[in-house]
């Protein structure tokens, strides 16, 4: 079974700075989707990112971005000129590109909490 | 607008009753997810459906039961045999082939 790791409970960043989350899953497949997502106070789940396993090249959207190391399994994302606005929960998660059993649900980590300082 | 919408956003139960959690999408999505967040953890499946009058148990059906008889609606019912019910539920869907999963606001249930 796939396992998402997210090693920091909690991160905090001053606003305008740059911060980097961790993230390191398991699993014996080749081809998969990796996603961040955002869980502000409002615990709307925001999709960030998404990386597909078989892209070389690091995906980014604005000023989020994601450092994919596919033999070390980690899946890191870069948080460039913080705001207010970032403070959140971000969760890290996983999604097999088999039609598998459970309908190619979303495998998460237990998520690392954002504090952006002013 | 197109998107997902749970309600009631905050649902108290008394113990040994069932409740039944709404979860309504526009977006035209074949497959449909309800997960559950506790304090510390993160989201973990409990029901999911990929097309209408089917559905499949996820890693924590236990005490929960679901229908899809639309293709909009996918309520989730949590049961009097669910033993630790209080928790955060969110539902999602996804239109396939595609990757990404959209959730609605969610649901706080707790047992009183």
């Known amino acids: 079974a796939q396992t998402v790791t997210q090693s920091q409970p909690e991160m905090s960043v001053q606003e305008a700075e740059t911060v980097t989350l961790s993230c390191t899953y398991d699993?014996?497949?080749?081809?998969?989707?990796l996603f961040w997502y955002k869980q502000p106070p409002s615990r709307q789940m925001i999709l960030v990112i998404r990386?597909?396993?078989?892209?070389?090249q690091n995906a980014t959207e604005n000023r989020f971005s994601v450092n994919f190391q596919k033999a070390a399994k980690s899946f890191s994302l870069k948080i460039s000129d913080s705001q207010l606005g970032d403070a959140a929960m971000y969760f890290c998660a996983y999604r097999s590109a088999i039609h598998g059993e459970y309908g190619n649900k979303l495998v998460f980590g237990a998520g690392t909490i954002l504090r952006v300082k002013s | 607008d197109g998107g997902i919408t749970q309600s009631p956003k905050y649902l108290f139960r008394k113990e040994g009753q069932n409740v039944t959690l709404s979860c309504e999408q526009n977006?035209?999505?074949?497959?449909m997810y309800w997960y559950r967040q506790d304090p510390g953890q993160g989201l973990r499946l409990i029901y999911y459906s990929q097309i209408v009058n089917d559905f499949q148990k996820g890693d924590i059906a236990e005490g929960y039961s679901v229908s899809r008889e639309k293709k909009e609606s996918f309520p989730l019912t949590v049961t009097s045999a669910q033993k630790n019910p209080t928790a955060f539920y969110l539902c999602?869907?996804?239109?396939?082939?595609?990757?990404?999963?959209?959730f609605g606001p969610g649901t706080r249930l707790t047992v009183l």
């Open positions: 699993t014996s497949e080749s081809d998969y989707y």
């Open positions: 999602a869907s996804r239109e396939r082939p595609y990757n990404e999963q959209f």
């Open positions: 990386q597909e396993a078989y892209k070389q």
């Open positions: 977006l035209n999505h074949d497959a």
